[in-house]
């Protein structure tokens, strides 16, 4: 068993380095700073580029093994996993790109980049699961920030590709291969299981006000620092100075911690919950120290602690007489929504199927807009990519943020369904890809910003309403396998589908009969069936999220009642 920290202060500061392993997470969207690199270097063809990012998108959201092992062992085991493979992936990267090592086989560097795309799915499994499990009452606001400030990564890649790395590729696919790692290494002694922290509490609700303001800030600093340099000709000094204030806004939430500890009196009052709150064994575990100060069981918290997520088997006989006495632990059954499932029994319910195929939707299409960034671009005339890619990132995490704080406001005030927003967000994404498609001047960064937004609000709602409908207790193996939607949504719509239109437009426009290698297309037709394609594709997704969210409406109203987040009853686990 794991055993828990207890106090106030170190879910703060397992928040606060969870904030720079999220950012480490994100090392998959740097694709489009290097993927040119790939084709001039090595000699790709678009289609074999966009089938080496469908490798990108595989190995960054197939993490049902780091769901299993997140499940099974602490946060930092499955970190160390992750930087494993980000060291020998991107290593095997560097010495192409660099030419080290010549001729490696295209195979070779395919599976190269799966490899170390996967250590994203290790660094952000572990702290997902562990933060949504220290914060099990606020679990849309956690999964807001530390989403966002993936979908924040990008920026700061590229402001440390452009600035320390003097925009280059090698140097680039060096620094993921061991600078991430060595992050990860100092920031996996704090991010560890600890007793749950209140989130109802008006401290806390003031603390993550703070982050997501900080959060917030960055984004634009960022945002308006990547448009500075590509505007104006910066000094050296200049440009050192912005990484440096970047990398003072990325710690601002430690700030909080570090307030708690200089004033204890204060942050005294927030507490924790009960050991018992959350659905990982570890949570009903804590520490030694924690029973000398409250009971195990009293009869007015029994049916609400022994009622929750999940029944620990290692409760007590007495403990578990009592609440049975009391109503609170009926015979074993198959779990209801909103209580805690395995695997096998989540897989049989239509409502994980819904989910699934509109996240699939939502980021299978968006993301085969974001390998294919960089092309898109050159296509309608915009040479320098970086501005785009850096406008992608920063709505990328407003609309993680964003996703997160709104879906959680209206699910308490209104008990209304997470998942109204990706219906919402799916519609919105329907008209960008027929501007994309349309090609009309002045479209083409309004499109963008759009999608962006969309894109990363499926990923804030998706995570918080699988631990609603499923539980906290196998939240990592059943939020991994809803990510696989977007692996196959970026081989189905990037690697089938966008690259070889975009191929065989290249080849009639250079009057060629075949696909020919590093071939270049420009003008609409690159992209513009592929855009129709991805709005019908999200027509389909919005109409399977009204179904999924008319389905769950009773389960919200189940939860969130009382304008809060309410344990079950009663579990069958």
Known sequence: MVALKAGTRPPWVGLGAAVWVEIASGNAYTFPLYSHSLKSVLGFNQHQLTMIGVANDIGENV?????????????????????????????????????????????????????????????????????MRNFPLSRGTVAGILKGYVGLSAAVFTEIYSVLLHSSSSNLLL??????????????????????????DSEAHRHFLFIQASSIVLGLYLLTTTIMADTYSLSPLISYTFVFIMILLLMAPLAIPVKMTLNPMRTRKSGTLDQSIGSSDGLVQGEGNSDKTEPLLTPSSSAKNLGSFHESEDVSEVAMLLAEGEGAVKKKRRPKRGEDFKFSEAIIKADFWLLFLVYFVGVGSGVTVLNNLAQIGIAQGVHETKILVSLFSFCNFVGRLGGGVVSEHFVRSRTLPRTVWMTFTQIIMIITYLMFASAMDGTLYIATALLGICFGVQFSVMLPTVSELFGLKHFGLLSNFMALGNPIGAFLFSGLLAGYIYDNEAAKQHGLNQIGSSLTCLGPNCFRLTFLVLAAVCGVGTILSIVLTKRIKPVYQMLYSGGSFRLPQSTGH
């Open 63 to 131: 993490g049902l093994l780091p769901g299993v092992v997140c499940d099974r062992f602490p946060p930092w085991v499955v970190l160390i996993i992750g930087s494993v493979f980000c060291f020998f992936g991107y290593g095997v990267l560097f010495l192409a790109v660099s030419r080290t090592v010549l001729s490696l086989p295209y195979w070779l560097l395919w599976l190269a980049l799966c490899v170390a795309a996967n250590s994203n799915a290790w660094f952000s499994t572990a702290v997902i699961v562990t933060n």
């Open 175 to 200: 620094f993921l291969a061991i600078g991430i790692p060595v992050l990860c290494f100092i920031m996996m002694y704090f991010v560890r299981p600890c007793a749950p922290a209140s989130g109802d």
